[in-house]
C-alpha cells in the first residue's frame, strides 16, 4: 500500500474508533452528543495513540485481527465493552461505516484461514 492509502486506512480507523466510544459514552454515561466524560476521552486518546504508532496498519484491518494485542490490559476491557456496546448501535447512527466494518473484518478472517 502507498502511504496515503494507509494513512487513510488509519484515519478510517479512528474515526470508527471514536464513533464507537461516543455511542458508548452517550448511552451508557449519559453525556451529551458531542461530549466524552473524562474516562471516556483518555480512553479515545489512548486508542488514538496506540493507532498512530501501530505498525501493522499496512496489513491487517482491525485490532481484534491482529497477532500483537497493544493495549494495556485495562484499556483493553475498556474497548471490548465499548465495541460491546456501540457495535450493534454503529448500523443505527453509522451504518455505511458499520457495514464496511463487517465487511473489511470477514474479509481479513477469511484471508488469515487461508494462510
Known amino acids: 500500500l502507498m502511504a ?3 494513512e487513510n486506512k488509519r484515519l478510517r480507523e479512528k474515526k470508527v ?3 464507537m466510544i461516543a455511542i458508548y459514552c452517550h448511552g451508557v ?3 451529551h452528543t458531542g461530549q466524552l466524560c ?3 476521552q483518555a480512553l479515545k486518546d489512548y486508542a488514538m495513540e496506540r493507532s498512530d504508532k501501530c505498525p501493522f496498519m499496512e ?3 482491525f485490532c481484534s485481527n491482529c497477532k500483537v494485542h497493544c493495549y494495556r490490559k485495562d484499556m483493553a476491557q ?3 465493552q465499548v465495541m460491546r456496546y456501540a457495535g450493534p448501535r454503529m448500523l443505527l447512527h453509522h451504518p455505511i461505516l458499520a457495514l464496511r466494518h463487517v465487511w473489511e473484518s470477514t474479509r481479513e ?3 488469515q484461514n487461508r494462510r
Open 17 to 19: 474508533v471514536g464513533q
Open 4 to 6: 496515503s492509502a494507509v
Open 78 to 80: 475498556q474497548i471490548r
Open 109 to 111: 478472517k477469511q484471508r
Open 29 to 31: 454515561h449519559h453525556t
Open 59 to 61: 496489513t491487517k484491518t
Open 38 to 40: 473524562p474516562q471516556c
